[in-house]
């Protein structure tokens, strides 16, 4: 079984653009979230999303935005971005039922300059 | 609302010694606690869960972890640490029902010397 995919592996942008992330979940999988990953932050939740819903959403600005599709493939949008954006993005599915374990990407790289 | 503490930064170890990371959680529900593993510049790989049951539980590597409810601490042990286990080690729990949110540890930095 295909693990998680995510895509980019990295990432550059400038300050002010917009960036788009791409996850692929396990197959049969319906739970994507996603975690910003920070030498100073740690890992932190952004969202989750589940049948195309978001169900849970951490303490992030709005510029910070997902959305997951009808395939259960995940996109998570970073608007205006900022110099402390730069970080490593993470994201995890969950099998359909319970929580009881989530499954990671190698994650995307982002740095902003 | 949840925590995790792990108490160590850094954990610097010398080849074939045991070795012991230390994980504590604050929650006011029940959870299911997790150990991850994150090599440089890769994702997070399960070593181990602890959802119910036996309270030592036995992972991936030749870790294992003991739950300890009263002391509220998920401790990871390995008897014998090779280099190869020389990576970040992250403990996290989350509600056994309703949110999917994992609450992450800060990390311990497990260096294995030769």
């Known amino acids: 079984k295909a693990g998680v995919t995510q895509t980019p592996r990295y990432l550059i942008k400038t300050r002010g653009q917009q960036v788009t992330l791409s996850c692929s979940p396990i197959?049969?999988?319906?739970?994507v979230s996603w975690y910003q990953q920070t030498p100073g932050q740690g890992l932190q939740f952004l969202f989750e999303y589940f049948s195309e819903t978001q169900r849970n959403k951490g303490n992030f600005p709005g510029r910070f935005s997902g959305r997951q599709f009808s395939n259960s493939r995940s996109e998570m949008n970073v608007s205006t971005l900022e110099l402390g954006d730069s970080a490593l993005y993470l994201c995890?599915?969950?099998?359909?039922?319970?929580?009881?374990?989530?499954?990671f990407g190698q994650g995307t790289r982002l740095t902003v300059v | 609302a949840q925590s995790v503490t792990q108490l160590d930064s850094q954990v610097p170890v010398f080849e074939e010694a045991p070795v012991e990371l230390r994980c504590n959680y604050s929650s006011s529900v029940s959870v299911y606690l997790f150990w991850y593993v994150q090599y440089p510049n890769q994702g997070l790989q399960l070593l181990l869960k602890?959802?119910?049951?036996?309270?030592l539980v036995k992972g991936i590597n030749g870790f294992e972890a003991e739950f300890n409810k009263s002391q509220t601490s998920f401790h990871l042990r390995k008897p014998s640490v090779h280099i190869s286990d020389t990576a970040e080690y992250f403990c996290a729990v989350t509600p056994t029902s309703g949110t999917y949110k994992y609450i992450f540890g800060t990390g311990t930095r497990l260096k294995v010397l030769a």
């Open positions: 602890y959802l119910s049951g036996s309270t």
């Open positions: 995890a599915s969950s099998p359909q039922t319970g929580n009881t374990e989530a499954f």
């Open positions: 197959s049969g999988h319906r739970s």
